[in-house]
């Protein structure tokens, strides 16, 4: 899976580069964000381009959430997708990581 990543500071963006995250690739996503979080406390995923998530890709985010949150560090989402954001709704998923508008916002919320 792609992922485009940025420093801004202490805070690495990460841009998922898919419009799924799914059973399909929640494998691939897990393999190829490993590197990211071990080299960073603060992390945001951009998922402007994802326009679905299946129980498995909220399993991997939340492996991700508490990977970092088990090393003194955190997780947060910006960018989702009106459907996705309904999805996460439904499941509480903005009650256990904080989803904000931009990544600018995301960033400065650390």
Do not use: W, Y
């Not at 402007?48 to 909220?58: A, E, M, T």
């Not at 003194?72 to 996460?88: E, I, W």
């Amino acid at each position: 899976m792609q992922l485009d990543t940025r420093k801004h500071g202490d805070v690495t963006v990460v841009v998922l580069q898919t419009e799924v995250l799914d059973a399909g690739n929640a494998k691939s996503f897990k393999t190829a964000i490993a590197p990211v979080l071990q080299n960073s406390l603060k992390v945001v995923f951009d998922m402007n381009q994802v326009k679905f998530v299946d129980s498995s890709g909220c399993g991997t985010l939340l492996s991700c959430l508490r990977q970092l949150n088990s090393l003194g560090g955190d997780l947060k989402l910006c960018c989702v997708q009106k459907p996705v954001r309904t999805l996460f709704e439904l499941v509480r998923m903005h009650r256990i990581t904080e989803i904000f508008d931009t990544s600018e916002e995301a960033v400065k919320a650390f």
